[in-house]
């Protein structure tokens, strides 16, 4: 591989792992019900757009699939078969008498990943060989021009890092107070901005380098709508609530000020104007189709218990990662968190003006 390496980078902030009551196999109903919305969308697009006598597809007869950012199920699963549902259907309609179409899968997410929990639960019966690829999909990760088609969802607005700005305390982005990307501060603002971007394009450069000419991906990612502030979501309000509970732990001791005031959590929400913006500077795809999710959870207040657990199912691996992996110190900063959200539940969400929004992109792989 001339001039190239093939980096698998590891990193802790995976979703909690196994299929216990704070797993998020358990706790992400949010995540598969968004899936489910996209299930239309996916298909009607895929029907359309995909085109099996595009000659930089090969000849094998084995269609490639990529779930980056998979987690530990089952979600993955059955975007997977939605995805196999309406390709073979579109393979079947445009080919005539074709030859069986085998499918190869493969499931991505972090080193830290609960593969183990993922391949457990894996369908007994599946159209497709299946494979597990740890590693960041902010490196490269397949060969060239291998891949058909690539999925992500909810997974693109985890940053690689924290910018490193906002946790430095003689820079005018230091983001003491906050533990997120609200956006009442410009300097922090434009540091994750910059972060968000350079992240997407290397995503991008990576993917167009795996993905064949012609090639489909399909993204599903939290954003918010134009003009509108995190600070001013229901979803922004909730984070920054989680950073009040750090607070509090620290006034009794049980975590360190200095370790609050220098946690941020690596999530940045764009809006569409941003990422049409990063995706078009890129150059290496095509926008298909951009539109707004309508997810059927969007105007309603979730309950403090399943909010809770969400929140933890998708944040513990960062809090740990941060303020170590004792299990008491972790304990106590969740159950204060669920304390005290449940006794302010009423007064946060009368703060909330809007919401934020979920975007599905599809992207087609030009041909160079």
């Not at 699939?65 to 993955?76: L, Q, Y």
């Not at 969007?298 to 990662?321: H, I, M, W, Y």
Request: negative net charge; charged residues 20%; glycine residues 8%.
């Amino acid at each position: 591989m001339a001039n190239e390496e093939i980096k698998i980078l590891g990193g802790s902030w995976a979703m909690v792992g196994g299929d216990g009551p704070c797993s998020y196999s358990q706790n992400s109903t949010y995540q598969r019900e968004m899936a489910d919305a996209a299930k239309g969308m996916i298909h009607g697009e895929i029907i359309e757009k995909l085109d099996f006598n595009n000659p930089h597809f090969n000849s094998s007869n084995t269609f490639r699939i990529a779930d980056f950012g998979c987690s530990a199920g089952p979600n993955t699963f059955f975007s997977v078969e939605n995805i196999i549902e309406a390709v073979e259907h579109k393979y079947d309609t445009q080919l005539h008498n074709p030859p069986p179409l085998e499918f190869q899968v493969f499931f991505n997410d972090v080193i830290a990943n609960d593969f183990n929990t993922l391949f457990n639960t894996l369908p007994s019966f599946q159209k497709y060989f299946a494979a597990g690829v740890p590693g960041s999909f902010y490196c490269r990760l397949f060969p060239k021009s291998t891949l058909h088609l690539a999925y992500s969802s909810y997974a693109l607005h985890w940053l690689s890092k924290v910018p490193k700005e906002v946790v430095d305390s003689k820079s005018p982005a230091w983001n003491k107070g906050s533990i997120l990307c609200s956006g009442t501060s410009k300097e922090v603002a434009k540091a994750y901005s910059a972060q968000f971007k350079n992240d997407t394009d290397t995503f991008l450069n990576a993917r167009a380098r795996e993905i064949a000419g012609g090639g489909l991906m399909v993204i599903i990612i939290a954003g918010l709508p134009d003009g509108i502030l995190m600070s001013e979501t229901g979803t922004g309000i909730s984070y920054d609530f989680l950073g009040s509970c750090l607070a509090d732990m620290a006034k009794l001791g049980v975590v360190s000020k200095e370790k609050v005031d220098s946690f941020n959590l690596p999530l940045y929400y764009s809006s569409a104007k941003e990422l049409e913006e990063i995706i078009r500077s890129n150059g290496h795809f095509c926008i298909e189709r951009m539109d707004k999710l309508n997810h059927p959870m969007s105007q309603k207040k979730p309950n403090v218990e399943f909010l809770v657990s969400q929140c933890r199912a998708t944040f513990q691996g960062v809090v740990e990662d941060h303020f170590g992996r004792d299990q008491h110190v972790v304990e106590k900063i969740f159950q204060h968190f669920a304390k005290k959200y449940a006794d302010n539940y009423y007064s946060i969400f009368s703060g909330v003006r809007h919401q934020h929004i979920d975007f599905f992109i599809l992207l087609k792989r030009n041909i160079d």
